[in-house]
């Protein structure tokens, strides 16, 4: 007797999608965060920079929302993956993060009086559809 291996409808969307997407998850993440600036910008931010490193530490995005200093994660997943982008912000990316974040504030030359880190997950799925969420100031 042969065994018949049929997959379900979930399985076959993941396939279409990393078939799609590829492999390369650095290059998906990339995709990720010019997605995220040009959808933050639609919402009135001001991009200063991108991919800001010092040493160990990098921040995706930082922009200016209104007065606001808004330092920026980007999450990019498959819209049906098993851990959403905001959950996926583990204990250490957000120590990371806190301390990218203080390493830039200090070296700015005259720092900002409010500042805030936000989070953005940008879902894709197998047709090449996305969509964003925005959770603004998260606590790290």
């Known amino acids: 007797m042969r065994f018949v291996h049929r997959m379900s409808l979930a399985a076959h969307r993941a396939w279409y999608a990393r078939r799609w997407q590829g492999y390369d998850t650095a290059a998906r993440g990339r995709a990720g965060e010019r997605l995220a600036a040009i959808f933050l910008q639609t919402k009135g931010f001001h991009?200063?920079?991108?991919?800001?490193?010092r040493g160990h530490h990098e921040i995706d995005l930082v922009m200016?929302?209104?007065?606001?200093?808004v330092f920026v994660e980007v999450r990019t997943r498959p819209a049906d993956a098993f851990v959403p982008g905001f959950e996926?912000?583990?204990?250490?990316?957000?120590?990371?993060l806190r301390q990218g974040m203080e390493d830039y504030?200090?070296?700015?030359?005259?720092?900002?009086q409010t500042w805030r880190c936000d989070v953005v997950e940008v879902m894709h799925d197998a047709q090449a559809r996305l969509r964003w969420a925005h959770y603004s100031g998260v606590s790290l």
């Open 88 to 96: 996926s912000l583990t204990r250490d990316k957000r120590r990371a």
């Open 47 to 53: 991009v200063i920079c991108r991919n800001w490193q």
């Open 64 to 69: 200016r929302d209104a007065d606001v200093l």
């Open 105 to 112: 504030l200090r070296r700015v030359p005259r720092p900002p």
